[in-house]
């Protein structure tokens, strides 16, 4: 909210703002602050709606690809159950945006293991859909060499369809570039989005809490894995798209290494393969009495017991914005990862993601950088700046006619002199 409400007022992330979400994340949050500024509920129905166009594309891509014996309406059902996980998993975000795009690139790898004609056009979408998925978040690149992989692999690519997909895989990439050298800010995207990779982590959750929660999903993919590769027959269609899952899930669970914000809403990428397994399971049980009371309990079961053990577990989490009881006037800028002033006030400043903006102000500069940062809090000068850490005192002493203009009126807090 607090980036498309900064962006809306005429700023560009990485030349104004520092933050880790992707550029065409940034975009969509500014539309979004255009239409329904800070209304939660409006993300919440966006992150529903998108999360039903996932649900009913990834059923019709299993029905329409013979991914199973029969048809069925079951992996939308088990798919709907698996996004009640976590209540942040059925908000808007920047990773369900970018696994939108993921998702119709794993439906044209689908289309990959059936059609048996020249299909340039079904590997240009690979690349594109890929490609996007990365501007909206940045830890789906590392599904660029999943793309590379399987498509050599198992789609058994030629050298110019491979060529073809990582053009189309570049072409978003590189249209979100000219943007930013026509804004004359190429220089500060291409210094902070790799930085995005090395900043300090928040974690919000732990391990143990997706694991306590999950063992039972994972327990029934893993049968469904089992039952459907050993004990069951399938075509070489069917295999291929089965090794497709497979590979998708082990780099979903990759993707946990270089994620910076570790919480639930980042687990949406092992959705569609975990449904696709499970699905497997009920299809092929052959006790239906053990195949009822493993439905209710993924069904009724999951979404009951994570609305209870997230109710119990993190009512004091720092992942929630705590109400803050001091307001500020007029805009402000905090240099900490407490981000509840901003309730009750508008962002000032350029450094939204507090970690990342660390990574970036302690970087050695040349004169010339010096300069641009300069320039950049000179743009966008908040009238509050809380300290808590000593950030900002240090900032100034490197910029005399920026201290000048400062006065630190408590501990932590600095005012814009009028």
């Known amino acids: 909210m607090l980036l498309g409400e900064r962006l ?48 009913l594309y990834w059923n019709s891509m299993l029905i329409k690809f013979k991914a199973f014996d029969v048809n069925t309406y079951l992996p939308a059902i088990i798919m709907a159950a698996l996004f009640h996980f976590s209540f942040d998993l059925l908000s808007l975000s920047p990773a369900l945006l970018g696994s939108c795009f993921l998702m119709l690139a794993l439906g044209q790898l689908f289309s990959q293991t059936v059609l048996q004609k020249d299909t340039s056009e079904s590997t240009l979408l690979i690349g594109i859909y890929a490609g996007m998925a990365t501007g909206f978040h940045p830890n789906y690149i590392l599904f660029l060499p999943y793309m590379i992989f399987t498509g050599i692999a198992i789609s058994s690519f030629s050298f110019r369809q491979l060529l073809l997909s990582l053009v189309g895989y570049a072409l978003p990439l590189l249209l979100i570039s000219v943007f930013y050298f026509w804004k004359d800010g190429l220089e500060e995207a291409i210094q902070i989005w790799p930085l995005t990779f090395l900043s300090e982590k928040y974690e919000y959750q732990s391990l143990l809490n997706w694991l306590i929660l999950g063992i039972y999903p994972l327990l029934l993919a893993v049968v469904g894995y089992f039952i459907a590769t050993v004990l069951r027959g399938s075509t070489i269609n069917q295999q291929k798209q089965r090794q497709l899952v497979i590979i998708w899930l082990l780099f979903s669970a990759a993707e946990f290494f270089i994620i910076k914000k570790q919480a639930a809403y980042q687990l949406v990428i092992l959705i569609p393969g975990l449904t696709y397994l499970i699905t497997q399971f009920f299809l092929n049980i052959r006790k239906e009495f053990i195949a009822k009371i493993a439905f209710y309990l993924l069904i009724l079961g999951l979404p009951a017991s994570s609305f209870w053990y997230w109710q119990q577990t993190i009512p004091d989490s720092e992942y929630f914005v705590a109400k803050s009881d001091a307001e500020y006037s007029g805009d402000i800028l905090v ?56 950030d900002f005192e240090k900032l100034l002493k490197q910029f005399p006619a920026l201290e000048v203009q400062y006065k630190k009126t408590s501990s932590g807090v600095f005012t814009l002199k009028k």
């Open 8 to 55: 809306g007022q005429g700023y560009y992330l990485y030349q104004d703002i520092i933050d880790d979400n992707g550029p065409l994340s940034a975009g969509f949050f500014t539309f979004m602050d255009l239409l329904f500024g800070r209304s939660q509920f409006a993300y919440e129905i966006v992150g529903r709606v998108l999360i039903s166009f996932q649900i």
């Open 335 to 390: 240099m900490g990862d407490n981000l509840s002033p901003y309730l009750t006030s508008m962002l000032g400043g350029p450094f939204l993601n507090y970690r990342l903006s660390q990574l970036y102000l302690n970087q050695d500069r040349d004169l010339r950088a010096k300069a641009r940062l300069f320039q950049m809090l000179q743009k966008q000068l908040p009238s509050t700046v809380l300290d808590p850490n000593g």
